[in-house]
């Protein structure tokens, strides 16, 4: 057998993520490695954690690049601070509220679950009621911004209900970090995760997460052990800790790091609520078109997620074949639905590089073709 | 606050790893981005689980690159692999036989430790006698190349013990993997798992995992849960198996992977055996410069590793120093000793990339230099 390098096409991404990257931030991946102790790494991180807290809108002291997807940053967040002996209201409204859920299961503490339906925000009422059922709760978690429908929900005001009771909070920020708004002090977050490859617009593979000193005390005042040695933070924070010498735990992903630094770099130099602003502005121009291709959406316009567009898939169309359409004619990739919404819907990303005109234009030309040629 | 690109300086990398990307590696690296479920990706992934088929010298069709670094190779070996019920004999001779145990530990499984002296190989013997003391064990694990010490194990007599008494076997491989014989199948190894970041010279960030058809037997005749979603095998079989539809599991780090493909694609070019020999060449070369400085190595010369040196710190000299003076006067790294040996020895890795006659000259002559200037 003969092998050779692989030369991937070049892709607009508007899918679920990974989304476009910089030639900037790719540019920036490629830079020479150096060891992951070396002084001059040590630096780039420590700049890395202020833009993350920068990102986050947080003082937090321990925000950190997580070595791995935002499924493990999921998993970090539950297996550090939730204990077998806790109850957990897990709120459901798609794949990954139902993620959480396994999440708890796996730790085996106490599962409360709120479902709200897919494609609609999380009903603050309903958590309220969950939380008033439930006294023993001490752990609230919900998705920002679900990537499986496209449904924004209100993390304020999830995070105030979850403080009146007295609880630790767990956000899934993975799509909407850097795409909507996010204020994690002002908002009362105690444990948040994000992805490198959604409105950061980095490479896939590192997942930022930030915890408040509240999760810090909790975390340090556990008895037992982690269950994860790979995700443990308490090992963790000595190797990110900005006092001193930085302990060996794992190696860190150094050139995913780099990118990760420009593409924040970019995000600070544009400025986090100039990039809100342009998500929702390339939002607008791309529900215009779609309403003018008779196109609808699934989520409420007041829920809706403009850097992650569910739509109805038309009727007599077929999936799988416009997919293939758009990526063999246009190099255009766009999401298929998941989950419930298999078949269903479509999920048209507008996230961080991604969200700009031309890709706009692009894809709704390129979608009209679509229509009138896969029918 | 003004943050600007980053620029790292150009390193060689011959401490205990990363180790020195190539060009050609790095270039793989900044390729344009592509979806993780995109046709194109998913056929560079079955050439990545070919070549790395190739490279374990295993014909193991669960043969894949877990979306981490090798620690979380080493827990998704573990919690897959290991239950509560099992009795697991752990070769302790370093840092790493240890976190193998920290991973027993944490999964609640019986631990039956067999130290060996920390830069010497595991002693068979010994391995023998604890598994006849303990005749319920179901699991055997060491590490082939301890990174910490630089000493190499008999992997195949370790397995062939571990065989008779019908045990699974778990091996570490982050180091060996490339640099020294490694026969997977040949060997009778169950589970195996390494980072791309050493004899690879890939970027850090990646473990190759694969499992043998009785491992996976054991994974799939499991009733109960993983503990660990993110490193749940079963669940990222649907992502990486070779048959029809990808289930999305996780976003996989596409760029590290096309990097690892390049580095896969390179050994491919130069002859696995071909590369074992390298490294052993580039090892006789420098052991005879360290010769002739008058400087010792710490593990006996039939037990060491080709790719990862331990030497002494000659007396009057100051560790820091003189590792800092290499690193400011040449950008060349070296490792610094690790649990036992920190302060004591010193680590020069000749690994991958990083194995080459002109890394072997520039050592010796800048280690001369530091000899004279840091006494």
Redesign the interface.
């Known amino acids: ?1 003969n ?9 607009t ?1 508007m ?1 679920p ?2 989304s ?2 910089s030639a900037r931030v ?11 102790l ?4 040590v630096t ?1 991180m420590d ?1 890395v954690k ?2 993350l807290q920068y990102a986050f809108q947080t003082k937090n002291p321990y925000t950190i690049a997580l ?6 940053g ?2 970090a967040c539950f297996v550090n601070l939730v204990t077998p002996q806790d109850t957990v209201v897990v709120c459901r409204n798609g794949v990954f509220g139902a ?1 959480m859920i ?2 708890v ?2 730790i085996g503490a106490k599962l409360v679950v709120v479902d709200s339906p897919w494609g609609r925000a999380v009903e603050p009422q309903q958590l309220e009621d969950a939380l008033k059922a439930n006294p023993d709760a001490s752990v609230v978690a919900f998705v920002h911004a679900e990537t499986s429908t496209g449904a924004r929900s209100d993390a304020k005001t999830l995070c105030e209900i979850a403080a009146k009771h007295d609880c630790l909070t767990i956000v899934d920020a993975v799509t909407s970090l850097g795409g909507s708004e996010l204020k994690v002090d002002e908002w009362g977050i105690d444990a948040i995760y994000s ?1 490198s ?1 959604k409105c950061l617009s980095c ?3 590192i997942s930022p997460i930030s915890f408040s000193e509240k999760a810090v005390e909790k975390l340090k005042g556990r008895t037992d ?7 443990d933070q308490s090992l963790v924070m000595g190797y990110w800790s900005g006092d001193g010498k930085r302990a ?9 790091l ?2 990760l ?2 593409s ?2 970019m995000l ?1 130099e544009e400025g986090i609520e100039n990039s809100w602003q342009r998500h929702h502005n390339m939002h607008n121009k791309l529900a215009e078109g779609l309403a003018a291709l008779d196109i609808e959406f699934i989520v409420p316009e007041n829920e809706r997620l403009a850097q992650l567009n569910t739509i109805k898939i038309p009727a007599g169309l077929d999936d799988a074949k416009v997919r293939s359409f758009l ?1 063999n004619e246009f190099n255009l ?1 766009i999401g298929a639905g ?1 989950g419930q919404f298999a078949g269903e819907a479509w999920r048209i990303g507008l996230m961080g590089f991604a969200a700009r005109q031309e890709n706009v234009t692009l894809c709704l030309a390129a979608l009209e073709q679509a229509i009138a040629k896969c029918k």
């Open positions: 057998m092998y050779s390098s692989f030369i991937p096409p070049q892709r991404l899918g993520g990974p476009d990257v790719l540019s920036a991946l490629a830079r020479p490695t150096i060891g992951h070396d002084p001059k790494f780039m700049e202020a833009l070595s791995a997807p935002g499924s493990a999921m998993e993620r396994e999440n299961e796996r992805g490859q490479v896939p593979g052990k982690i269950q994860s040695w790979f995700l060996y735990h794992h190696t860190a992903p150094v050139n995913s780099y990118a630094h420009e924040l770099v600070h990526l990739e998941l």
